[in-house]
């Protein structure tokens, strides 16, 4: 809208110019001066999705054209999951969802460049499957450079330099190096068909509260660049992303025999990592799968009498809590990381429902204790005990709702196993 203000600025200027003569045309280029800057600049961040990005930028100027100069930037972004945010195949099945896709508001954080003007949040794109069956250029290039780096015709950078005023013009912009700009995107609200335009209700994402309550707690002004853009990478690695997940979260395995039982502790700790983990999307989970095998092989599913679980959730410094419960004979054990009910919620439906959100703090080591009563059986031995950590980017349920096979959508983070011989006493 800014941009076609300009436009529609500039044209009365010279035709007022031209109807007034020379004469009178430096009093009218100081009255233009006045009116340029009345006319706001377009916010450097999104705005969760609302509205449709208006870059106004020229129509030469694309992503391939940027990466004319900014070869290695491009390359790195074409291997992003920037580069894919409108075409992959969780956005395409999610978006064509009758019970919650199909909206407007998907494309204008995933195709920020959406042609889409006259349509509201909650509006139904047209020719929605034809989108997909056929991407146009927009829905093809994801997140790209303009989306990002463009604004009224603009291309904004942290630092102003000779040389970019010399390729085209800039405008500095401090705000593409804070939390802030990344939250645009990813932080927003379930959006409410009687309240579209408001954010309101449960946050479908919360990484910027997350975010800030690390850092206020870390004393360290961090960014989000400092872990996803590393060097100014434009790869911008994430939960997708096996080399950052093993960044994020350590898992440890301990087992030994004592007075005819087995001790099993597995540790899962979060480090490094500025917010809760798993991160993003309220139905990213991860579970920890804990279980036996005899000398063959074979699994030990009722391995003993009356295990019991010990969970030690180490918070901070001096702030820890334990819980304790016996949880049955049946295995592997399945521990699960999750946001249900997240602690940034507010639904006012249900004020009496207990928030729950199992995920894990930056920082928090998670210890999960078993006790385990083997059959005496000398053949079955030593016995090998199992650890899996595994990433989910959707619910199994909802992998079935969306025609994804289970293990599409996981994948393992890390493995760990300890050998246990009933004759190696502690």
């Not at 040389?163 to 645009?184: D, N, Q």
């Not at 609200?189 to 309240?195: G, I, W």
């Not at 910027?208 to 870390?218: G, P, S």
Request: aromatic share 8%; hydrophobic share 35%; glycine share 8%.
């Amino acid at each position: 809208m800014v941009s076609n203000r300009r436009k529609l600025q500039r044209i009365l200027l010279v035709v007022v110019v031209v109807s007034s003569g020379l004469a009178g045309s430096w009093a009218l280029l100081a009255v233009n001066r006045v009116l340029q800057a009345s006319v706001a600049e377009t916010p450097a961040t999104f705005d969760q999705g609302l509205n449709r990005l208006e870059t106004g930028a020229p129509r030469h100027w694309t992503n391939q054209w940027c990466g004319t100069c900014h070869k290695q930037a491009y390359t790195e972004w074409q291997a992003s999951r920037h580069f894919v945010a409108g075409t992959n195949e969780n956005f395409q099945a999610q978006c064509l969802d009758a019970g919650g896709g199909r909206q407007q508001w998907c494309f204008n954080c995933h195709a920020p460049t959406s042609p889409a003007t006259t349509l509201l949040p909650l509006h139904e794109p047209r020719q929605l499957e034809q989108l997909f069956e056929r991407p146009p250029h927009w829905l093809e290039q994801g997140v790209g450079c303009l989306s990002c780096h463009v604004r009224d015709g603009q291309v904004l950078v942290e630092n102003v330099t000779d040389k970019a005023i010399a390729a085209h013009p800039v405008r500095r912009s401090p705000e593409l190096g804070t939390a802030e700009f990344c939250a645009g995107c990813h932080q927003f609200n379930f959006k409410d068909v009687l309240l579209p335009d408001y954010f309101h209700g449960p946050f479908q994402q919360a990484s910027l509260d997350e975010f800030l309550d690390f850092r206020h707690a870390d004393g360290f002004e961090t960014r989000c660049h400092d872990c996803h853009m590393p060097g100014g990478s434009h790869v911008m690695p994430g939960g997708y992303d096996n080399k950052m997940l093993n960044r994020a979260l350590k898992l440890e395995l301990a087992a030994s025999w004592d007075r005819g039982q087995v001790e099993v502790v597995v540790s899962v700790s979060a480090r490094r990592v500025g917010h809760k983990v798993p991160g993003g999307e309220f139905f990213r989970s991860v579970t920890l799968h804990t279980w036996l095998t005899d000398a063959n092989g074979g699994m030990l599913q009722q391995a003993s009498i009356e295990p019991s679980r010990q969970v030690e959730a180490v918070l901070g410094e001096g702030d820890a809590s334990v819980v304790s419960r016996a949880v049955g004979s049946n295995w592997p054990r399945i521990e699960i990381f999750s946001r249900r009910r997240g602690a940034f919620d507010h639904d006012l439906e249900a004020p009496e429902q207990l928030l729950t959100d199992s995920r894990l703090r930056p920082g928090e080591t998670r210890q999960f204790r078993y006790t385990l009563r083997p059959a005496a059986d000398p053949a079955r031995f030593p016995l090998q005990v199992h650890a899996k950590l595994w990433y989910h980017v959707m619910h199994s349920t909802e992998a079935e709702q969306f025609h994804f096979s289970s293990d599409a959508v996981k994948w393992i983070i890390s493995s760990e196993h300890r050998s246990v011989d009933r004759n190696a006493q502690r």
